[in-house]
């Protein structure tokens, strides 16, 4: 995801990135979008799986924090993908329910925001993510 978003928005995000001094696995930082259609660009850095509790707590901190850095940036609406279900090999059904939670309890708090978006790679990351979220309402974990 990342390549892409620094090939759509160009060297100027790569050159705002290299003077934010890195990005540790669940925290986020913010640039301008530069050529995107997005005014900012949120980074965060997902949790490789191993399977370990600490994973879900991080990967939950990914969302956490990129939501928390939009509305200290009066940012309306945001858009994620799936964080850390590719190359870092998080099992897309853990992943959603950790991120809609996450998601789900800022909101909560927050009335700031007025789109949330999981913007998914594929039809059957979708359906994963739906099912998950029909599953939770129906639990009232959300």
């Keep these: 995801m990342s390549g892409a978003i620094h090939r759509a928005a160009g060297r100027q995000l790569w050159e ?4 934010l001094g890195g ?4 925290e986020a930082k913010i640039t301008s979008g530069y050529n ?25 901190a990914c969302y ?20 850390s279900t590719g190359v870092y090999g998080y099992p897309m059904e853990k992943a959603a329910r950790v991120a809609i939670k996450a998601i789900a ?19 059957e990351a979708y359906e994963i993510h739906k099912k998950v979220l029909e599953e939770m309402r129906n639990k009232n974990e959300i």
């Design 36 to 60: 995107l259609p997005a005014k900012y660009v949120i980074h965060t850095v997902g949790p490789v799986y191993s399977g370990r509790e600490e994973d879900a707590k991080l990967l939950a």
């Design 105 to 123: 309890d800022f909101l909560k708090e927050s009335n700031e925001l007025e789109i949330v978006k999981l913007v998914l790679y594929s039809q």
């Design 16 to 19: 705002e990135c290299k003077k």
């Design 23 to 26: 990005c540790k696995t669940g």
């Design 64 to 83: 956490k924090n990129s939501l928390k850095l939009a509305t200290q940036h009066g940012i309306k609406s945001i858009a994620f993908p799936a964080i």
